[in-house]
């Protein structure tokens, strides 16, 4: 109690505007605070706790005091763990190509959706869901993200050399740091170009949080790549920030309707009443639709009588390796 009072006191008095060179100057400090008993702590452990304090008092908006608690020091590491496998796994090329199928109305596989999965070594199999923010916030997106699209894009080009599954197309996921990134859409056509894959058979799977920043440049680079016969789908739509004045410009081919209303649709109406809509705004921009997730044969049913004509989910087939 003493050491918070102590805390707010600081703050408050750093607070005060100051003058720095004639003009004045306002602060909003970060505290960390860290308590310690006995004098056989070593003084940089302790200094190293009161600092993740103030990472937190810094997360947590500035201008704050915040406490250590053990439970940080527990999330630091792990995730600094995680960071230095990946930055091995990126070098040693452990990562490996999942792939699902997406089924048209009469239960055709027209493609596939191409899903990294990391073969830990000590870890066995780990899903995106775990390493993808991770690789985002720590740039290594970048090279894995290089690593999916070539992959991908020589798949395609070996696909294309037999009859039956030369037409099959791959989508693929992009970060939106990806597509921040300036030199992307020249990275994709090297690829291509390097590859030899059509550019008909590729799908760019976006997802809404891409109209967060630098639209402009991003339509851009989209344009840039639709031209060049890319396709674009945006992912899990509905979930996110859903500009629909940004929507009509972005050079789209696809929606797909996240898993998360799919997966109530038949017994939620306020799931089936947004796929509803999903697939009545797709029609009238003339965009195709895939709903994802879709276990059970009722719900396939029930989208297809809304007029979907695209799925992807267990019902049909599970991510799996390319064998
Ligand atoms: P997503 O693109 O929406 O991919 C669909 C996810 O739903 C996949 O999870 C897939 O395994 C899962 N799924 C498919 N069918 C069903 C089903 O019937 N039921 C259920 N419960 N789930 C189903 P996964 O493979 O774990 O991928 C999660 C997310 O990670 C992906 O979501 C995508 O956003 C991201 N991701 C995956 N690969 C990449 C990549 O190469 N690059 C980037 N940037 N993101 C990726
Ligand atoms: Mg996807
Ligand atoms: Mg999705």
Request: proline share 4%; glycine share 6%.
């Amino acid at each position: 109690l003493n050491a918070n009072a102590l805390g707010q006191k600081l703050l408050c008095a750093l607070n005060q505007p100051y003058e720095l060179e004639g003009s004045p100057h306002h602060k909003t400090p970060s505290i960390g605070l860290t308590l310690f008993r006995d004098h056989e702590e070593r003084i940089e452990d302790i200094l190293k706790r009161a600092d993740l304090a103030m990472y937190q008092s810094k997360a947590a908006g500035r201008n704050t005091v915040r406490f250590y608690d053990p439970s940080m020091q527990a999330v630091v590491m792990a995730r600094s763990a995680l960071e230095r496998d990946m930055r091995e796994a990126v070098a040693e090329g452990q990562f490996v190509l999942y792939y699902q199928p997406v089924v048209n109305a009469e239960r055709c596989t027209v493609g596939h959706e191409a899903l990294v999965r990391w073969r830990h070594p000590q870890r066995g199999m780990v899903s995106p869901g775990e390493f993808i923010p991770v690789a985002e916030q720590t740039g290594l997106i970048m090279p894995i993200g290089q690593w999916v699209l070539r992959t991908a894009c020589e798949q395609l080009a070996r696909w294309a050399t037999h009859p039956a599954t030369a037409d099959l197309t791959i989508a693929v996921n992009l970060s939106a740091r990806q597509l921040r990134h300036q030199e992307f859409a020249a990275e994709v056509l090297t690829i291509l170009d390097q590859t030899g894959a059509r550019a008909e058979r590729l799908k760019l799977e976006l997802t809404e949080s891409l109209l967060l920043h630098d639209v402009e440049e991003t339509i851009g680079k989209m344009q840039q790549l639709a031209a060049r016969g890319i396709r674009f789908s945006l992912d899990d739509f509905g979930t996110g920030y859903s500009s629909l004045a940004y929507l009509k410009r972005l050079p789209l081919d696809q929606l797909k309707i996240d898993q998360s209303f799919v997966r109530d649709l038949l017994t939620d109406p306020n799931d089936a009443a947004i796929a509803r809509t999903i697939l009545q705004l797709a029609q009238s921009m003339d965009l195709d639709v895939v709903a994802e997730g879709v276990e059970q044969e009722g719900q396939r049913q029930f989208l297809q009588a809304l007029g979907c004509k695209g799925f992807q989910g267990y019902l049909f087939g599970r991510p799996g390796p390319l064998e």
